[in-house]
Structures are given as C-alpha cells and as structure tokens.
C-alpha cells in the first residue's frame, strides 16, 4: 500500500461526526469505568480509552451488512458500529434489556442486526469468526467485508497464521486490524511479541500496512484502501494500528496488582497524544468546526450517557425463573 | 426400502440437501476427493465455492464455520478424524457451543461438525477416540451417533437445518456396513431414542458403533431365554431420557454400552440419571461397559481387549442376572 496522501478532504460534516463518534465512545467508556470503581457492574471491564480512532476510522467505512468481530475490549468497536448505548449500558449492568438480556455482559456485546457478531473472552477468537463471515461474503457475492479487530497479544495466536493463509488462498474479503496498543494483559507487548506484527502477513502475500492508531484521518484512509481491496474481490489485509492502552487491562486491576508493569512517565506521554484532543486541533486549525459546535457534541453526548444510565439503572435484573435456560437450543 | 452403506448414506444425504437448498456448504480437509466417501462427487455437483478443500488449519476451521452460519449459511465443516475435533476445539467450545445463548438467541447457528470416531481398526490412540462425552459437557452443542444407515441419514438432514450446532460422529469402522434406508426423505429428530429390540429382563443402552455388538448379543441372549430391552439413544445431546427410563422402569436393571472411555463417559451419565430417577425401580446395581481409562493401543491383540464387544456385553447381562458367565467367543 501507498502511505496516505496528505491532501484529505472530509466535508466538515464528516470530520464532525468522526469527533463525535470518538467522544462517544470515550465518554460512555469513562461513564461505564466509574460505574465499575462504585461497584455497580457485576463483571470485569476493560476499556478502549485511548485506541478510539481505530475502531471510528475503520467503522465508520463498514454499513450493517458487513460484519465485524471485536475483543475483550469491545465497547467501542460496538458502538462505533452502530450499537445503541443504552442495550450497551443495560448489558454491561447485567439487566433483561440489554442486547443480550444480560447473558454476556462487558465481553460479549453483541448486535447481529447491525453486523456486530461481537466482543469475545477469548482473545484471537474473531480472527477465524470473521474469515468465516468474509467466506459467507463472498458466496453471497454482495461485496460485503468482514473486519476481525485483534490486539498485539491476539497476533501472537496461531489462528493468525492460518487465518492469513486461508484468506488468501480464496481471496476473502476479511482486514484483519490489529490494535498494537503496547500490551499483552499485563506484559508489555516488546516482552512476548518478535519482530513486526505487520510484517506477519508478508510471506503469505496479503497486503499489509503500518498507521499511526491515535490519527483518525491516517487510520481512516488506510483502512479505505483495505476495504476497496476486499470490496472489489482481491483479497484479505492486514493492519497495525498503534496505539496505546491508557487505561489498564483491567478496571479492577489495581485492587490486586502488587507491582507497575510500566511507567507513570510512558501513561503521560501517550495520554499527550490523546486521539481525540488532537482531532478536535485537527478541525478546528482547519476552521471546519468552531468551539460552539464541539460544546453541543460534548453536551448531546452526556444526554445520551444519562439517558442510558438511566435506562440501566431502571431495568430489571432478568428473572431466573423465566431466563437462564431458555435460549439454549432456541 | 433399499440397501445402503452408511457412508453412502451419508453422502446421499448431504447431496440432497445441498441441492435443496443453496444455503448448504461443505468444507474440510480433502472434501473434494473425500477420504471416507462421504462428501465424494459433491464439488462436481455442487461447485467449487460450496465444496471446499481447506488447509490443515483445524483452529481457524471450526471459527470459519461459526462465522460463516452467523452470516447465514448451513455449514458442513468436516474435521475428518474426530480426534482432530481436539486441535479446532476453542471455536467449538467457546464459540459454537455458546454464542447462541450469550447472545439471548439473536443468531442460529446451523453447523455440523462432521468426523469419524471409535477404535478397532489398529489406527492408535491419536485417531481412535470416542469424544462425545467432551461435547456433552459444554452445553449449548448436539451430539448425534448414528449406528445405522437410515439412522445416519435421518439424523443427518436434521442436523443441517437445525439452528444449533450438533456434532456428527461416524463410527470409523462402520462406513461400510450395510443396512435398509427409506426411500426419499427420511428425517429422524434429533432427540428420540430408538427401541431397537424389545424385552422385559433388562435395558441395554447402547450408544453408536455399540448398538451393532449389543444387538448380536441380545440375538443370543433371548436363546438362553433372556429379554433384552435395547435401546439406541441415537443422540446424547439431547438425551431421550423418558425412553430410557420408561424402559428401566419395565425391565428394573440396567446396562450401558458405550465406546467412550469410563470417566465422565456417556455411559456413566446415563447411569447416574438412572439411579436418580428410577431407583425404585432397580433390582440389580447399574453396570457399564466401557473402555478403561487409558489411550486405546495398536496392536490388534490389545486394542480388541480394551474396546466393549458381544462377549463383554453378555457376560456383564449374565452376571447381571445371577447366571454364570458363559465363555463367550467374541463376535
């Protein structure tokens, strides 16, 4: 692939909505962290804050017939797919009206209506769930795509390898987006991870490109390309996104980590090159929003985080007597 | 009616049901040449994009078949050996056998996988399992075992449209056995046993390629004047626990035949519902017959020993009945 060119031009409804789609997903994300902290969530979360412009830079691209599958971290690729905040917050609360009624919670959001197959537990496991999606694609011949979001510790899955294989051999049109956010759980990445994960698609022949995941518009353009690709019947890429994890694995993790496995210093200077502040610069160096304009999207964004909190806290808890085994072998 | 082997019965079955409907897709390892005949002549008829050889990629194989029933298709997904089931089981059992319940039901996933299982034919621990007791335990997958052709047939034209994933398992030495198959379309549910010989002195469940062994047996038995109830649960996920017990009820003992090592083996679940549910009804302790809890050998002298055969299911009927163990010959 060609590097990006530098002459981008979005409408400025287009770079609004981008911003906007990015401050959503921060924002419910905090929301849903600090639900966690007062106890309010019953499972284990682990936030995207800090990697939105990858998940809103490829979505953003992808209409509801084309699919993607998510990670452990996967509030925001749901979101930036189309998903509804308040089925997100009831799910995650653990309520009868979330998406799932309450049968996944934080790892598992899912909406098949709106091609989002998922977040997942198991991590690599939307790598072979999206080539398989990308098969079914293309015997339907619509010129739909499938998108498997991984992290750097996902790439380190064997699936990987076979998934690059297969996707090449019949020309699937699946981009694989690996979000190299630094770390693998808690080991930084440089300590499990050889070499570039990018380079891992070299030998099998699929196209592969590096891109700055904290830069909307580089994320964008280069997924663009992955996307044409796939769309026009050539075949599988693959992508590295880098970008980084600032928050930790986990929400509870402090509760029973004993020791730092990286620096205050290195959270700092990432948090510095914060996707979407830089955004923000981005559009309003061009003059292609004014602070006003910013201002109402932060205003219709918290309405929306309430609202959903709201119709959270409000929804029942699904009642044993009447849920729990009725949907196996629906 | 007309003689069919199982194998053929099965590839007639997945040829009609790929010419029913377009939505039906077959890939695997060596598909397209079929090493057990099974999908043989499918990629002529059918076309290349609806059978397809795969690489020996068993862990993207089983998610590939998740993802492409979640997008809409009936997908045959062939593991050849179901030992190698094994190396694809992540997809199985973190995704197949769960995304339908997590998901409050939002998707079916309509998925066969397809494979062949048991011992007897010197093919060593590594390709000689009975797995299906694993998969009984995930909850959320089907567990189909048929021990005749109609059986394979009817079970297996279920198992492609139901939304749920089921696992299919040929037993390895059985493809070429023959038996009666119905004329045109023959479904059998998924979920109802099969009375396969009627008696009053005990039960005999049998599971897969054991229906075969148990059935000589009872032949034999009612000669020294024994009733063999038999039955041939079919699939053991779901279990049709109402036969089993209506007829433990009738008989008051029990025996189950299965090829699966003894721990947590099909046998032994069925066993222990039993002693739940009819323990009233018992006269005899439950007994097993199964494999012991080691890797089944090559060599034929002792992989012969360890599997369940005629003259092991006898014995066991006999003692059960307080009558000496005759010096059987195996079959």
Known sequence: MSTAPSDVNFSDEQMLGFYREMLRIRRVEEQIGKDAKAGNIPGAVHLYIGQEAVGVGVCSQLTDDDWIASTHRGHGHYLAKGGDSKLLMAEIYGRETGMCKGHGGSMHVADFSKGIIGANGIVGAGISITTGAAWAAQMDGTGAVAVAFFGDGAANQGVLGEALNVAVLWKLPVIFVCENNGFSEFSPSSTVTAGKIVDRAKPYGALHEAVDGNDLIAVHQCAARAIRHARTGNGPSLIEARTYRQRGHVEAEASFLRSKYRSDDEVAEWIARDPIPALAKRIMDAGQASQADLDQVEADIAAEVAEAVKFAEGSPYPDPATQGTNFMFA | ?331
Request: glycine share 10%; net charge negative.
């Open chain 2, 1 to 331: 009616m007309a003689k069919k082997r199982m194998i053929q019965a099965i590839n007639e079955t997945l040829d009609r049901e790929m010419a029913r409907d377009p939505k039906v897709v077959v890939f695997g390892e060596d598909v397209e040449i079929s090493l057990f005949g099974d999908t043989r002549g499918l990629k002529d008829k059918h076309g290349a994009h609806r059978v397809r050889n795969m690489p020996i990629s068993e862990t993207v194989m089983s998610g590939m078949a998740v993802g492409a029933a979640a997008a809409g298709y009936k997908v045959v997904c062939h593991m050849m050996f179901g030992n190698f089931m094994y190396t694809g089981f992540d997809s199985i059992a973190n995704q197949a056998s769960k995304l339908r319940y997590m998901t409050a039901g939002q998707i079916a996933l309509p998925i066969v996988y397809m494979g062949v299982f048991g011992g007897g034919r010197s093919a060593a621990a590594q390709h000689s399992d009975a797995m299906h007791p694993m998969f009984m335990n995930l909850g959320g997958i089907k567990v189909a075992l048929p021990a005749t052709p109609a059986d394979a047939m009817g079970l297996l034209r279920s198992a492609i449209h139901d939304p749920n994933p089921v696992v299919f398992l040929q037993a390895a030495g059985r493809g070429g056995e023959q038996g009666e198959v119905p004329e045109g379309d023959h479904v059998v549910e998924l979920g109802k046993a099969s009375t396969v010989r009627e008696g009053d002195d005990v039960t005999v469940v049998a599971i897969g390629a054991m229906v075969r062994p148990a059935m000589r047996s009872a032949q034999n038995l009612a000669e020294e004047g024994i009733g063999v109830d038999l039955i041939d649960p079919r699939t053991v996920v779901p279990l049709d626990r109402e036969m089993i017990f209506g007829s433990v009820r009738k008989t008051g003992r029990l025996v189950v035949v299965d090829e699966a090592r003894d721990m947590c083996s099909a046998a032994s679940h069925i066993a222990a519902i039993c002693a739940d549910q009819c323990f009233d009804a018992l006269t005899a302790p439950i007994r097993r017959v199964t494999v012991p809890d080691v890797a089944l050998p090559y060599s034929p002298s002792l992989e012969k020993a360890l599997l369940p055969n005629e003259g092991s299911i006898s014995d066991t009927i006999r003692r059960l009945l307080g009558k000496a163990a005759a010096e059987t010959e195996e079959a």
